[in-house]
């Protein structure tokens, strides 16, 4: 079954930083079969009140792909610089 990761990233202080994570990451998530579905654009809130700055979606194989993305020594040598440079939520969903 497939896995979704969401990420809202709520708000960026360091936008030198937060450039080399976005200049870096997408290489490791494609490395590891990933998938980016959504990646910034425009956001409309349909209900509620989640109105999220910028979203980003990946797309993953299984919840044991996304788990192995998270932990390779590839992503981890990056994402000190999202934690350092941007205040964010993420989840991991699985669906079809």
Known sequence: MAAYLIV???E???KVKYG????????TVEKY????????????VAAGDWNPTRLIIVEFESIDKFNVWWHSPEYRSVAHLREQSARTKAIVVEGV
């Open 20 to 27: 080399e994570y976005v200049k870096t990451v997408p290489a």
């Open 12 to 14: 960026v202080f360091d």
């Open 33 to 44: 079969g990933g998938k980016y579905l959504v990646r910034g654009g425009r956001v409309t």
């Open 8 to 10: 809202d990233i709520e």
